[in-house]
Every structure is written in C-alpha cells, then in structure tokens.
C-alpha cells in the first residue's frame, strides 16, 4: 500500500469514528453561542424599564434573593446594564438557582434552576454528551484528537503533486460524473473549512487541558507570566466606585 492510500484509509476512518461526536459538539457549541440572544426572545424577565434612580446596591439585592429562596446563600451578584435586571446566584449544597432581580426596585423577577435551564443541558451536551462528566470529558476529547488528525491528513492528501494538480485542488468540475463532483466539492470546501475546523478543535483542547493552555499563554505572552488578582473587593464597593469609572 503507498503512502497516499494509507492517508486515505486513516483520513476515511478517523472521519468515520470522530463524524457523530464532533457534529454534536458543533451544533451543541453553535447554539450555546448565541444563548443570550435566545433567552432575550424566550425569558422577558431579563428586561426591565430604566428607572431615574440609583441601583440598588448588591448586599440589599442579595438580601430580596435570599428572602424569595430561604435557605440558599447569596455567592455573587451580575449586574447586566441599565435596562437588564440583575442576576444573584444562590446556592445550598449541590442546587444552584439564579434570582433575577429589578436592580431597581429589588423586585424578585425570575428565580431558575440552573441544572434544569436549557442552556446549562446544551452546555453539558457540549462538553461532556450528557454523559458523567468523567466519561463524557474524555469521550468528547478523544473524539476531538481524532478529529485534528483527521484534519491534517485530508491536508496531506489535498496537497496538489504539481501546478497542474493544483489548479484541480481549487475548482469544482460540474460537468463531471456526480462521484467526481462530489471529490470535487469535498475537496475545495474541505481545504476551506479546514484552517477554522483546526482553530475551533485545538482551541476546545486548550480549554479542556489546563497545561495546554497554559503553553500556548506561555507562548502568546513570549514567556512572561501574569500575576493572578487575588483580593477579591467588596460587593458594594464595586457599584459605589462605578461612577467614578471612564
């Protein structure tokens, strides 16, 4: 078997094998995107009308949360803009909720479970196929190294031998048997797709390994570290000092 024909056999197979997986952890990604403009058309409790009068300040927020959900303790507060109600997350052992608040009025608008909202499911379809996060992390994983091999060897097997074969790479032969027209299309969209199908893989594998990433920060920052912030300000210190603020 030449070289090509076995590229040919490993780009086949490992397309075969990672196909299912990485198209649901596309669609999955695609729609996780644009969460925000979703749930602005489908939860009206993320808007309020803009009042004349100061926000209200996040300990009085998180006491109305606290008072609406009893039990649960108020974690940290998100201000989302003049016309946005405020979210408070609140907890109680493994039950997360999200209060959502007129940053007004402290008026308890929504309060939504996080692990039954819609987007929290599509982000764990995302990242782990619904699976347990240990099995699931690793199975999306695997399918994602496979994937950029894949990649690289439908680039090999792309890579004109001549100037001839070259022209051929970037053009679609329509008048061709459907069979070639469909090698044609692979081809030229696949080159295509390739360089983004590579940033969005290798991108995903920084955020699921911590050392990965922390070799291309390295590497983007030309060796220099960043100290992290510690200190964490008071809740109201951070709406008090707002004003002050460009």
């Not at 209060?99 to 995302?126: C, E, I, M, R, W």
């Not at 911590?210 to 960043?226: F, H, K, P, Q, R």
Request: net charge positive; glycine share 6%; proline share 5%.
């Amino acid at each position: 078997m030449t070289f090509r024909k076995a590229i040919g056999k490993l780009h086949l197979w490992l397309g075969l094998a990672s196909g299912l997986i990485v198209l649901i952890v596309s669609l999955s990604g695609a729609v996780f995107v644009f969460q925000d403009e979703i749930r602005d058309l489908t939860q009206p409790w993320r808007k309020v009308e803009v009042q004349a009068q100061p926000m209200l300040l996040p300990s009085v927020l998180q006491a109305a949360a606290t008072k609406a959900q009893p039990g649960f303790a108020a974690s940290w507060t998100t201000y989302n803009g003049p016309d946005r109600s405020t979210a408070v997350y609140l907890s109680k052992g493994e039950e997360v909720y999200y209060a959502f608040l007129n940053p007004y009025t402290g008026q308890v608008l929504k309060v939504q479970n996080l692990k039954s909202d819609f987007f929290t499911v599509v982000q764990y379809l995302h990242m782990y196929l619904l699976l347990p996060p240990a099995i699931g992390k690793w199975v999306v994983d695997i399918a994602v190294i496979t994937f950029v091999i894949m990649l690289i060897s439908g680039l090999v097997l792309w890579w004109p031998r001549n100037k001839a074969a070259r022209k051929q790479r970037f053009s679609v032969k329509w008048d061709a048997s459907p069979k070639r027209r469909n090698y044609d299309l692979h081809n030229v969209f696949g080159f295509y797709a390739s360089g983004l199908a590579l940033v969005l893989a290798l991108s995903g594998l920084c955020i699921s390994y911590e050392w990965l990433m922390d070799g291309v920060g390295a590497l983007a920052n030309g060796g220099t570290s960043i100290a992290a912030e510690n200190a964490m300000p008071k809740v109201d210190t951070l709406l008090t000092a707002r004003p002050a603020l460009p």
